[in-house]
């Protein structure tokens, strides 16, 4: 079985494609994703004009006269990390050699067969060392009950469908995580079996211990059981995030609201964190210091971006938007509004809001949220992201 990739390929003949439909329905393909289209190495570079490309994109010769100025033009679009596989008419030792010189990871000549192009993309991380490393968001409560695993679980199920790529939700609230009930999953082994023996933790054990929610969404659950006394360890923590950044594109953490070494360390070093706050004077002043504290550890990496949730306009007490910046210098990035009914079916049915409450209007604000933490377009040309009123538009109303 191949690592969960990305792929996209782009054929130029009938022949090449016929081999690509072929890899796409392959088992050792059957975690990643494979889209081919059609126009061979001229429509690549057209196509990431504007979007992101993927962790790899498989390109297929027009003219062998222009492929190394095509190749040049795919450069130029391409993100760094994106492995590119060419398919090509010259069978030149030479050509080969400059091809691989110039970047380029693998170079087959056509006709090649399915298991060519196979065994192309499996040598393609084979070293652990150069496999791409999903993003770590690390949501945090300013609060308990101020509603971050909510939103965490709705973030990672979010980002699966905008992406179309791997994400991985772990429930670190060993003791009394909601994930179980939130996705409505049966969980045979859980988070606390992947932490126990970090000598034995490696990407099969970790596959076993998660849970397929969807086609992009894998669940690592807590057992949400208070007589389990499980406690967490620095080093097996570190193995088994170094783990889940190497098997999906994203890493969504929900980390409980318990000041310990390892909550410190995990909101220090995670490449975002998402500080959720209630509207009220407790929250701003428990938000405050924990961005106090997190600024200098953090250093260069993105400062903790703030959500404001449950927010009531018809309540006069509750604090403003404008207090938090003033108070804590850090803009809310985004103001969810209580939706009590919403969010109420949503858990009864075990269900996320986009799901139990597909057309309500509180998914344009969740959306924002995957969209701002997504970090890049989709690469999927099937998926356009909707930008709806701006970020702040809610406050206007
Ligand atoms: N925007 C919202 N409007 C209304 N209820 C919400 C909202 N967000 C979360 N909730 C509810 O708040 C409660 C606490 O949420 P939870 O995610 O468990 O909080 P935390 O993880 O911060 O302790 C849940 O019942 C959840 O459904
Ligand atoms: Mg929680």
Same mark, same amino acid.
């Given at each position: 079985?191949?690592?969960r990739l990305?792929?996209d =390929?782009?054929?130029?003949?009938?022949?090449?494609a016929a081999v690509?439909?072929?890899?796409?329905i392959?088992?050792q393909l059957?975690?990643?994703?494979l889209?081919?289209?059609a126009?061979g190495?001229p429509a690549?570079v057209?196509?990431?004009a504007?979007?992101?490309?993927?962790q790899?994109?498989?390109?297929e010769?027009?003219?062998p006269a222009?492929l190394a100025?095509?190749l040049?033009q795919l450069?130029?679009?391409?993100?760094?990390?994106t492995r590119?596989?060419?398919i090509g008419s010259?069978?030149?030792?030479?050509l080969?050699?400059?091809?691989?010189?110039g970047?380029?990871?693998e170079?087959?000549?056509r006709?090649v067969?399915?298991?060519q192009?196979?065994d192309a993309?499996?040598?393609?991380?084979a070293d652990?060392?150069?496999?791409p490393k999903?993003?770590?968001?690390?949501?945090w409560g300013?609060r308990?009950g101020?509603?971050?695993?909510?939103?965490?679980q709705n973030?990672?199920?979010?980002?699966?469908?905008y992406?179309?790529e791997a994400?991985v939700?772990?429930?670190?609230d060993?003791a009394?995580?909601?994930?179980?009930l939130?996705f409505n999953?049966d969980a045979k082994?859980?988070?606390?079996?992947?932490l126990?023996?970090?000598e034995r933790?490696?990407e099969?054990?970790m596959?076993r211990?998660?849970?397929?929610?969807?086609?992009?969404?894998?669940?690592l659950?807590?057992?949400?059981?208070c007589?389990?006394?499980?406690?967490?360890s620095l080093d097996?923590l570190?193995h088994m995030?170094d783990?889940?950044a190497?098997?999906?594109?994203?890493?969504?953490?929900?980390?409980p609201?318990?000041?310990a070494d390892w909550t410190?360390h995990?909101?220090?070093v995670?490449d975002e964190?998402v500080?959720?706050a209630t509207?009220d004077?407790a929250?701003?002043?428990?938000a405050?210091s924990?961005?106090?504290?997190l600024?200098?550890?953090?250093?260069s990496i993105?400062?903790?971006?703030?959500?404001?949730n449950k927010?009531?306009?018809s309540r006069?007490t509750?604090?403003?938007?404008k207090?938090?910046?003033?108070?804590?210098?850090?803009?809310?990035?985004? =103001?969810i509004?209580?939706?009590?009914q919403?969010?109420g079916e949503?858990?009864?049915?075990?269900?996320?809001?986009?799901? =139990?409450?597909?057309t309500h209007?509180v998914?344009q604000?969740l959306?924002?949220?995957?969209?701002?933490l997504?970090?890049?377009a989709?690469?999927?040309?099937?998926?356009?992201p909707?930008?709806?009123?701006?970020?702040l538009?809610?406050?206007g109303?």
């Amino acid at each position: 079985m191949i690592q969960r990739l990305t792929i996209d =390929a782009f054929a130029a003949t009938p022949e090449t494609a016929a081999v690509l439909r072929q890899v796409q329905i392959d088992r050792q393909l059957g975690k990643s994703r494979l889209t081919v289209e059609a126009g061979g190495l001229p429509a690549a570079v057209a196509h990431y004009a504007g979007i992101a490309t993927p962790q790899v994109v498989v390109v297929e010769e027009g003219d062998p006269a222009a492929l190394a100025e095509q190749l040049e033009q795919l450069a130029d679009v391409c993100e760094a990390g994106t492995r590119v596989v060419v398919i090509g008419s010259v069978n030149d030792i030479a050509l080969y050699r400059s091809l691989i010189a110039g970047g380029v990871s693998e170079y087959l000549v056509r006709p090649v067969s399915a298991g060519q192009i196979l065994d192309a993309l499996s040598g393609l991380f084979a070293d652990p060392q150069s496999a791409p490393k999903g993003r770590v968001i690390a949501c945090w409560g300013a609060r308990g009950g101020v509603g971050s695993s909510t939103l965490a679980q709705n973030l990672a199920w979010g980002l699966g469908r905008y992406l179309h790529e791997a994400v991985v939700y772990i429930d670190l609230d060993l003791a009394f995580g909601t994930s179980v009930l939130a996705f409505n999953i049966d969980a045979k082994q859980t988070v606390v079996d992947a932490l126990a023996h970090p000598e034995r933790l490696d990407e099969v054990l970790m596959e076993r211990c998660m849970v397929d929610y969807d086609d992009h969404l894998q669940i690592l659950a807590s057992p949400g059981d208070c007589r389990i006394h499980a406690s967490i360890s620095l080093d097996s923590l570190d193995h088994m995030l170094d783990l889940a950044a190497r098997m999906a594109s994203v890493v969504v953490l929900d980390i409980p609201h318990v000041w310990a070494d390892w909550t410190e360390h995990l909101l220090s070093v995670a490449d975002e964190v998402v500080v959720t706050a209630t509207p009220d004077f407790a929250s701003l002043r428990d938000a405050k210091s924990l961005i106090d504290v997190l600024a200098p550890r953090r250093g260069s990496i993105a400062p903790p971006r703030l959500v404001l949730n449950k927010v009531d306009p018809s309540r006069k007490t509750q604090l403003t938007p404008k207090d938090f910046e003033e108070t804590i210098k850090v803009t809310p990035s985004l =103001a969810i509004p209580s939706e009590p009914q919403v969010f109420g079916e949503a858990a009864n049915n075990g269900q996320m809001v986009g799901e =139990a409450a597909k057309t309500h209007k509180v998914n344009q604000t969740l959306n924002q949220l995957v969209q701002s933490l997504a970090g890049k377009a989709p690469s999927s040309r099937k998926v356009t992201p909707k930008r709806s009123g701006g970020l702040l538009a809610w406050f206007g109303k």
